[in-house]
């Protein structure tokens, strides 16, 4: 088993890669290179060029319909050249079926079932993977390093994407007195809100209290439309809530309130976490 990133040079850039096969781009001929490791002759051999400024279609009338690439976690899924229909077609090994088909003006046709284990990784250090995911029906870019879905493409062409934001002083804020109401707690730390594709604003947190006839609200507000979302309760666990009303430019922010005091002299809520999340979807 060869990787053509060990041996790759400072104007190439490997675009895609399993054990003994790249797809290459070389900054300076400006072109693309298929790589593939000739175990017998021990060197990297080159299958094809593509020109970048002449486009992929100069090349497929060259190739062949055993150029076949495999990939995902268990190489279930295999993309080749089928020159009688002068396609690319994405193909199910394991069921022996073809489930995408590519055309040279650039259609896609879906003729089968995609599975979850369709994950391909890259990044200079495979920090990234993108896959489908059969459960929501969409693809997925993911930070593989901490296991965290980035970026999202559905089928009906809506794109959607999550910006959170965890005001550093809305951790561990305790003490704050529940024996009496009002506002208990504003954060300091504001954030802009950019609304053009901005679908939702989501808030999410956790508070304790020190006696159970108290009830604490959370709220996320804006200098401009005033509360947008809250949770509330004597204690909460990652609730959530989410707002549809804001206004572009506009700054929001954190509010801890007191609404129903605790009869006991002294009491407290602490407030543990808080996270707010833009939620962005672009059609």
């Known amino acids: 088993m060869a990787t053509y990133s060990d041996v790759a040079g400072t104007n190439e850039a490997v675009l895609v890669e399993t054990d003994d096969f790249a797809l290459v781009f070389n900054r300076g ?40 690439f495999y990939f995902g976690k268990t190489n279930r899924y295999a993309l080749r050249y089928n020159s009688t229909n002068d396609t690319w077609v994405l193909s199910d090994e394991v069921n022996a079926v073809d489930i995408l088909e590519i055309g040279r003006n650039g259609v896609i046709r879906v003729i089968g079932n995609l599975n979850d284990d369709l994950e391909l990784p890259f990044g200079v ?30 089928k009906n062409a809506v ?9 550093q002083d809305c951790i561990n804020q305790t003490g704050l007195a529940a024996d009496s109401t009002g506002v208990k707690f504003t954060s300091v730390v504001r954030t802009k809100v950019d609304a053009r594709y901005l679908k939702k604003i989501r808030l999410r947190a956790s508070w304790t209290a020190s006696h159970t006839d108290s009830v604490t609200e959370v709220r996320v507000v804006g200098t401009t439309t005033g509360t947008i979302a809250s949770v509330s309760g004597n ?20 509010e801890v309130a007191v609404t129903q005091k605790s009869a006991t002299t002294g009491a407290t809520t602490d407030l543990t976490y808080v996270v707010i999340e833009f939620v962005y979807e672009m059609v």
Not at 46 to 54: E, K, L, P, S, V
């Open 125 to 154: 250090d495979k920090d990234f993977t993108a896959r489908y995911d059969a459960t929501n029906d969409d693809f997925r870019i993911k930070d593989a390093v901490n296991n965290v879905d980035l970026f999202r493409l559905k």
């Open 235 to 254: 204690t909460g666990s990652n609730e959530e809530a989410e707002g549809t009303s804001f206004s572009d430019g506009e700054l929001v922010y954190i």
């Open 29 to 68: 001929t400006q072109k693309f290179y298929i790589k593939w490791w000739d175990s017998a002759a021990s060197t990297w051999q080159t299958r094809a060029q593509i020109d970048a400024a002449n486009a992929l279609q100069e090349v497929l009338p060259a190739l062949t319909d055993d150029l076949k």
């Open 159 to 167: 794109v959607g994407y999550t910006v959170p934001v965890a005001p």
